[in-house]
């Protein structure tokens, strides 16, 4: 645990420094610690490679990082609760009503005067939760025991519902078009410190919150007979982890846009490493999680430098050969 946090805080600070202007890590070092504790850094380093770190490439990595931590930490839930390793909250429509929300900001020019640039980030959150809920509520309407093969299936069709009323939306206002696809690519271009301010905290107390529940997600792996053996109320615990997976989610992909497959490839990882105590699996995914985003940030806007990748481009490059990888796989065992 202690080399993978290490080689979580290497991996950004090397994204840190490379770019259009390569800074060294000995100077990323030293203009970090300079920021954090107040000091001046040292005399050589330049004014315009300090502004361009701190500015800019330091708040890009760290929003990459908890955004991939957010990401991963939602499919850990979601694997575990629905029992299936190839869900995600997306599986649910949380995208789906993300973009929705997010494409009608932009194509009918959507302006909260009180939070003001945060408009689009906080529609776009709350339609994706809406989305979620939309779909439990469906559920539990077929289903009382809230099966989990019921709960897959309302959330892949309320998705294509959603997929099907944005389709609309952006086919009336050709204009907005490219921004709108671009925005459903997912990007961290352009963002800064009041970014990770919003996100951080609502991250850490949402991984917090589902390590608490590490034991109910233990015992739910082997199976809700076996959970309500043990006295776990499963429909109510049920109900909470998805929709805390949903908040991790909707907050993370509001900011920067939908991004896939990180969920689904790091609790892979994690559990193939720690094993499948959550206690160790929850942590460890948000390390590998937030890890494989900002190599993938930086992949996305070095690979062709100066343009730039949509990260969500990158990541499925990365997500879709292991995608059919778990699925071929679990698929022969059976």
Sequence with gaps: MLLALMVSVIIVVLAIGLGSVYIPPGDVTNILISKVLHIAPRADIEAVTQSILWKIRVPRALLAFVVGAALAVSGTIMQSVLKNPLASSFTLGVSSGAALGASAVMVFGLYLPVIGVLTLPLVGFLCGLLTVF???GFASKLDENMENQTIILVGMVMSL??????????SMSDEHMPEVIYWQMGSFSLKDWSNVIILLPIVIVGTIVTMRYAHELDIMSFGEDHARAMGIEIKHVKLFLIAMAALLTGSAISFVGVIGFIDLISPHFARRIFGSSHKYLVPMSALFGGSLMVISDLIARTIIAPSE?????VTALIGAPFFAFVFFSKRKKG
């Excluded at 990748?309 to 481009?313: E, I, W």
Aim: glycine share 6%.
């Design 134 to 136: 939309l779909a439990i």
């Design 161 to 170: 519902f959603v997929n099907a009323l944005l389709t609309i939306i952006v």
């Design 309 to 313: 990748l949509p990260v969500g481009a």
